[in-house]
């Protein structure tokens, strides 16, 4: 009985959608290739086949990039590599890619001590898994003239004693710092891929903040951190 031919294990490009990669020793002496991709990947590229110039690295193997939409779903699709009239299969390996597009990119609120604020934010969802937003989370804002505030209270310690100065410059930078509670208004916010929306933002401004500063912080947006200011002025009309 006639020996069946082993199995080729397909070619696999790997990463995500924007940047995918095939490192290969079958890659060397090829000027380029072409892909044909999948009819599930060929809408997020221009073109259903598409020319891939072969890059050459420093020990033998050569690589083939690859870049799709951003939206590209992940996991394995099959698709076909011809090089030099000859046809391969290879695998597209794509990972998952969160990414979340918000307008304004860093978004402020305006208020006096105390008071409840709010600002409107747009999202889209430009990666390729649905990204959820938790109803609540939590933001660390600092004081944007604390820096300079804490140098000038190290320098007022009058201390030899570095670890002693260093102390008073935490500490004056630790005063000038507050934590926000944040919620989304709707409520929780599951966004689908391509899905945009527009959230309202909302949080009470801590009681200790000084008028006339501003504040900036980090929060959590689903996949992303984003940065927020915050503006304390005296609301209108307040006494």
């Known amino acids: 009985m006639a020996r069946q031919p082993a199995a080729v294990a397909p070619l696999v490009f790997r990463g995500r959608p924007r940047r995918l990669s095939l ?3 079958a890659l060397a002496g090829h000027e380029s290739g072409e892909i044909v991709l999948p009819e599930a990947l060929a809408a997020h ?3 259903a086949i598409v020319s891939l110039p072969v890059r050459r690295g420093r020990s033998r193997r050569a690589s083939l990039r690859l870049r799709l939409d951003g939206t590209a779903p992940p996991g394995r699709h099959r698709a076909e590599l011809r090089l030099a009239g000859k046809s391969f299969p290879v695998e597209l390996d794509i990972a998952a890619a969160p990414r979340l597009r918000m307008e304004p990119g860093s978004p402020a609120f305006v208020g006096s001590p105390g008071a409840e604020v709010a600002v409107a934010i747009r999202l889209t969802n430009d ?3 649905p990204v959820e937003l938790p109803e609540r989370s939590t933001a ?3 004081d944007g ?3 300079a505030a804490a140098l000038v209270e190290a320098c007022r310690c009058g201390s030899d004693d570095p670890m002693q100065t260093l102390g008073v410059w935490l ?3 630790r005063a000038g710092c507050s ?3 944040l919620r989304i208004a709707e409520g929780g916010v599951t966004l689908p891929t391509g899905a945009e929306r527009t959230i309202t933002l909302a949080t009470r401004l801590p009681d200790g903040l000084e008028l006339g500063h501003d504040y900036y912080g980090l929060c959590n947006l689903g996949s992303i951190f984003c940065l927020i200011g915050v503006e ?3 609301t209108k009309g307040k006494s």
């Open 127 to 129: 990666g390729n898994v």
């Open 232 to 234: 304390v002025r005296e």
């Open 179 to 181: 934590v926000i509670d």
């Open 23 to 25: 490192s290969d020793a």
């Open 145 to 147: 003239a604390a820096p």
């Open 45 to 47: 590229s221009p073109s």
């Open 171 to 173: 500490g004056a930078l």
């Open 140 to 142: 660390a804002i600092f």
